[in-house]
């Protein structure tokens, strides 16, 4: 199957994102071979309130990357039914346009109750993105205000979406994710209100220490295409900043970094449940009649398991 997705053959990408999703055994070795084949797609993180258009932002900006022979991958990060564990939004269906178009992939993911707003095998369905040969993936995920910080981990550049009419600015936009942002885009910036969230915008990013980039703010009308073309210059100047800085180097072996903890800690975990067998029942029972405390019980469960230095 790694040969059909090194081909970019979309039924193959396609089964290969749902072995990565269902963590089948076989995505294991599928990613291994694909390894040496990524690294080389720029992605670009999406986020903002709910209501800010970001899926007809996305929608733009694919239009605008396929302008100039860019093949785009596109993750967008759903919530999950809480009965099927399924995508509920479909962002399939917003991007339908794009259906027929051999150099688009467009793949909605559910939260499955990860914390913030990615699902816990972006990283992997990016990669096989990356592998697939797509120049660019945009990454959207969940509206859902400071929660979506993590999103910085999985990206390379930050886009924050703002919107005018949704209320005061610094508490739509709080400050994690003022923090997190590389660039802003105000979108449905032909609202009258639109200039003074620019406006706002700009305010605020002068109150926060100096890093070296400042985070340009550009007005966007998705519906139109106008500003994209702007949005997408100002995504370019970022990456040309962080390539020449070293920032983009070490911002990418920070992602590997906590993606090898976050695997090793999801396998030890496993490791510990599997081992401990009904002790975890019989200790926390003996927590909660105030015998033990949490940590001392932890510590037997370890003991028990054998994982205790």
């Excluded at 929608?59 to 860019?70: E, I, N, Q, W």
């Excluded at 005061?168 to 910036?189: P, S």
């Excluded at 599997?274 to 002790?279: E, P």
């Amino acid at each position: 199957m790694s040969e059909r997705v090194l081909s970019a053959d979309p039924t193959a990408v396609a089964r290969a994102i749902s072995l990565v999703e269902d963590g089948h055994p076989e995505a294991f070795e599928l990613l291994r071979r694909l390894h040496p084949h990524t690294g080389r797609a720029y992605v670009v993180g999406l986020t903002g309130p709910p209501g800010a258009g970001k899926s007809t932002l996305v929608d733009a900006l694919v239009r605008r990357l396929r302008s100039r022979g860019d093949r785009v991958g596109v993750v967008a990060v759903d919530p999950s039914s809480p009965f099927s564990g399924g995508a509920l939004l479909g962002d399939r269906i917003r991007l339908a346009d794009h259906s027929t178009d051999p150099g688009v992939f467009v793949r909605s993911m559910a939260t499955r109750g990860a914390s913030g707003g990615l699902a816990e095998a972006t990283g992997d369905v990016v990669r096989v993105l990356d592998a697939m040969g797509c120049q660019v993936v945009l990454l959207e995920t969940v509206g859902a205000g400071q929660a979506e910080v993590d999103v910085v981990g999985a990206a390379d550049t930050v886009v924050v979406v703002a919107v005018p009419g949704l209320g005061d600015t610094v508490q739509t936009l709080k400050a994690g994710i003022l923090e997190i942002a590389d660039v802003f885009a105000v979108n449905k910036a032909d609202r009258p209100d639109a200039e003074r969230t620019v406006a706002e915008l700009r305010a605020l990013l002068r109150l926060l220490p100096a890093s070296g980039w400042e985070p340009p703010v550009v007005a966007t009308v998705a519906t139109t295409g106008e500003g994209v073309a702007s949005l997408l210059e100002a995504v370019e100047r970022h990456r040309a900043y962080q390539e020449t800085s070293g920032r983009l180097e070490a911002r990418r072996r920070q992602r590997v970094q906590s993606e090898i903890l976050r695997v090793a800690e999801a396998r030890l975990r496993a490791e510990l449940l599997a081992r401990s067998g009904t002790n975890l029942d019989e200790l926390a029972a003996r927590v909660a009649s105030g015998e033990l405390s949490p940590r001392e019980a932890a510590e037997r469960l370890l003991a028990r398991a054998a994982l205790a230095p």
